[in-house]
């Protein structure tokens, strides 16, 4: 799996790159010779999942913990640091997995990811 590119670039690290934020994996969606790999576009995609879920959870958390900061002032204020250390620990291990050659599949996201990276 650590197949290094003309880059220099290992197959492993840029998977563990993709995981950063959403822009490495996007870059490693277009430039070959990453976006031929599908190691590599496995953990782009499954970034990208990852990141696009975490700002939809955090936009409708903040909007709903908004609108109820009247009524719960402090009840639904805890339900956000869990959240976020949820979504930490998910980016833990799959950076960590991914640089070690892993591909560790995260509930539903792993399985979009997988049939978007082998096709």
């Not at 709903?64 to 980016?91: A, H, Q």
Request: net charge neutral.
């Amino acid at each position: 799996m650590s197949e290094t590119t003309q880059s220099g670039l290992s197959d492993n690290a840029a998977g563990g790159i993709a995981y950063i934020t959403f822009l490495p994996a996007l870059v490693f969606l277009v430039l070959p010779p990453y976006n031929t790999s599908p190691y590599v576009r496995f953990h782009a995609f499954q970034s990208l999942l990852l990141n696009l879920a975490a700002f939809v959870v955090e936009v409708v958390a903040g909007y709903i913990l908004g609108l109820t900061r009247s009524f719960f002032p402090l009840g639904l204020n805890t339900v956000w640091p869990v959240f976020d250390l949820i979504w930490l620990i998910f980016w833990v291990v799959c950076v960590i997995k991914a640089v070690n050659g892993q591909r560790f599949k995260i509930p539903i996201f792993g399985a979009i990811a997988e049939k978007f990276a082998d096709k």
